[in-house]
Antibody, heavy 119, light 111 residues
């Protein structure tokens, strides 16, 4: 069974750093792209970027380029999303998702990680 | 890269059909047959309903169907049921320099 299990909710202050995780199981981690999606409170979905764990090829959406870092650790089948300096506007739910065999659709999703950034 | 345009809301009575549009450009929806649709219930993760414009993943009822014409893709839900009430988002491939782009989302209400 394919599973993506994300790390728990975080409460941080502006300027702090953060790294959230997405641990996968039930499939070959290195053979599928993994994507990260942001959902701000009461708002729609937004693609942040994707990574191919086999070679760490990473593509960022223009809005998120330079704002976050996406990485993956093949040894533990886990993808990461990190910030070096959080802003209040980073408060959102973040989802990881596996992209299907063709690489274009998200066929399995994590449960989401709520990040709250407040002074 | 702007979000794809969807109507904010759509509604129908049980048993009726509802169609949601998703309008992009020739750089995304119109340029590739890689449009997918997602259903999201409140407080839940999105769920894939349609991929590659018309294909349904295993387990998705055949009441859900997708199509595309030019720069506009559409999702049709036939035989509306109470559990279809949710937010729906389209997504499209937008070229190698931009992973993907979502639509603005449509709230479907079953009257």
């Amino acid at each position: 069974e394919v599973q993506l299990v994300q790390s728990g909710a975080e409460v941080k202050k502006p300027g702090e750093s953060l790294k959230i995780s997405c641990k996968t199981s039930g499939y070959s981690f290195t053979n599928y792209w993994i994507g990260w999606v942001r959902q701000m409170p009461g708002k729609g979905l937004g693609w942040m970027g994707i990574i191919y764990p086999a070679d760490s090829d990473t593509r960022y959406s223009p809005s998120f380029q330079g704002q976050v870092t996406i990485s993956a650790d093949k040894s533990i089948n886990t993808a990461y999303l990190q910030w070096s300096s959080l802003k209040a506007s980073d408060s959102a739910i973040y989802y990881c998702a596996r992209l299907g065999k063709s690489g274009y659709e998200a066929d399995y999703w994590g449960q989401g990680t709520l990040v709250t950034v407040s002074p | 890269q702007s979000a794809l345009t969807q109507p904010p809301s759509a509604s129908g009575s049980p048993g009726q059909s509802v169609t949601i549009s998703c309008t992009g450009t020739s750089s995304d929806v119109g340029g590739y047959n890689y449009v997918s649709w997602y259903q999201q219930h409140p407080g839940k993760a999105p769920k894939l309903m349609i991929y590659e414009v018309t294909k349904r993943p295993s387990g998705v009822p055949d009441r859900f169907s997708g199509s595309k014409s030019g720069n506009t893709a559409s999702l049709t839900v036939s035989g509306l049921q109470a559990e279809d009430e949710a937010d729906y988002y389209c997504s499209s491939y937008a070229g190698s320099n931009n992973p993907r782009v979502f639509g603005t989302g449509t709230k479907v209400t079953v009257l």
